[in-house]
């Protein structure tokens, strides 16, 4: 089982990032489809269901911790390692770093393995790019809102891949930031 923790987007900011990517950019053949269109926050792998019942158990009794958030979407990049165009965010992403950390903390407690390279909040909008991709025509500019934080699995088929949410924790509005926590 593979599974990560991250956010989703509404269906009417994926429509309007795929449009975007639509009129912005050449067709690629490996497109990501919008509705698969998220923000990871921790990328788990592997997990057992012991593990994954140990980290579920530990979000459930911190997730009030954690306030509803924006990103916003305004910068286009490429990673040429795993060959990924990207969208991400030139502004604030403290509230997302601090949820980041949390759940990466709480993810190790449970044994899981997580990456230690630092944290950028992006939506990955084409796989196995090619290796000089065009810049874009029209600028990024998205605000996305988030309250939920959710648990995807990741699922290979026939149709690709596809990332069905396995649990759900609402932000909470009124949260506050804990002493010492991150």
Request: proline share 7%; aromatic share 10%; charged share 20%.
């Amino acid at each position: 089982m593979r599974y990560f923790l991250g956010f989703d987007l509404s269906a009417k900011d994926k429509l309007a990032i795929e449009h975007w990517r639509s009129i912005s950019l050449p067709h690629f053949e490996r497109s990501i489809p919008a509705k698969n269109f998220h923000v990871t926050s921790v990328f788990l792998g592997q997990v057992t269901t012991t593990q994954l019942d140990l980290l579920t158990q530990s979000i459930e009794h911190c997730h009030e911790n954690f306030k509803p958030f924006e990103l916003h979407l305004d910068q286009y990049g490429y990673w040429s390692k795993p060959k990924i165009l990207w969208l991400g965010c030139s502004g604030n992403i403290q509230a997302a770093t601090q949820i980041h950390g949390r759940l990466k903390e709480l993810s190790q407690q449970a044994g899981i393995v997580v990456s230690t390279k630092p944290y950028v909040p992006h939506v990955s909008i084409v796989r196995k790019a090619p290796n000089d991709p065009p810049s874009s025509l029209i600028a990024a500019d998205f605000k996305v809102n988030f309250d939920q934080l959710h648990l995807f699995e990741s699922v290979s088929g026939k149709s690709g891949v596809q990332y069905p949410i396995r649990q759900s924790w609402r932000l909470n509005p009124f949260a506050r930031p804990q002493p010492g926590k991150r």
